[in-house]
């Protein structure tokens, strides 16, 4: 079964720290691999998207990370700031996309 | 440029009636996808429509139809509407000539209330 996992469900940081979120897909046929962010209330907003025979990929603060043996992704955050809050879904597929159910992330003052 | 409207923002229906959604992509994004959201099954893909046809579809019953208007507006359909039709239906646009590497970009969503 076509499946994206994302780890960890939710997650609280201080303003200014670092953070990691995990993908892992079992998803066939693969194409590319996407990084949304949503805030409450809005539609998703791309982040990255990396093919196959990316391994990583940089949008600002954002970096993703790609692993197609592992068949894992993470996406690092640096130096979070208040509008970092969100969900942050991890998207895989090819012509139809599977979604993560999402980490939501809560950057404190 | 304009972003992906969606119209109505929030709709109220109750059981057995049926409701259209409406979606106007990006100027020349000739690629409309549609998707339900709720908070147990998180986003899930309901149909793409690139140039008036149906290119994929997801694993939605019968019920939720679509089509695409040679403008590239789309609408979607749910008809006889159940309780677990509840959801934020969000519509994305691209300009995906066949590469699905493009960027989607998501509307705001219709929020649908079935009671």
């Known amino acids: 079964k076509n499946q994206v996992e994302q780890s960890p469900q939710s997650l609280i940081i201080l303003e200014g720290k670092n953070c990691t979120l995990q993908?892992?897909?079992?998803?066939?046929?693969?194409?590319?691999l996407r990084w949304y962010k949503q805030d409450t209330g809005r539609g998703p907003v791309s982040l990255t998207i990396?093919?196959?025979?990316?391994n990583t990929k940089s949008n600002g603060r954002y970096t993703a990370t790609l692993d197609a043996d592992t068949k894992q992704s993470s996406l690092h955050i640096t130096a979070s700031q208040l509008s970092d809050s969100a969900s942050y879904i991890c998207?895989?597929?090819?012509?139809?996309?599977?979604f993560g159910t999402g980490t939501r992330l809560l950057v404190s003052p | 440029k304009a972003g992906v409207t969606q119209t109505p923002r929030y709709l109220i229906k109750t059981r057995g009636q049926q409701v259209t959604l409406s979606c106007s992509p990006i100027?020349?994004?000739?690629?409309v996808s549609w998707y339900q959201q709720t908070p147990g099954q998180g986003l899930q893909f309901l149909f793409e429509?690139?140039?008036?046809?149906?290119?994929n579809k997801g694993n939605f019953p019968g019920r939720f139809s679509g089509r695409q208007f040679s403008n590239s507006r789309s609408e979607m359909n749910v008809s006889t509407l159940e309780l677990g039709d509840s959801a934020l239906y969000l519509c994305a646009s691209s300009s995906n000539d066949g590469l699905y590497t493009d960027t989607q970009y998501f509307g705001p969503g219709t929020r649908l209330t079935v009671l």
């Open positions: 998207v895989v597929g090819f012509q139809k996309l599977v």
């Open positions: 429509y690139f140039s008036e046809t149906q290119r």
């Open positions: 993908c892992n897909y079992t998803v066939s046929p693969f194409s590319n």
């Open positions: 100027s020349g994004h000739r690629s």
């Open positions: 990396m093919t196959f025979s990316e």
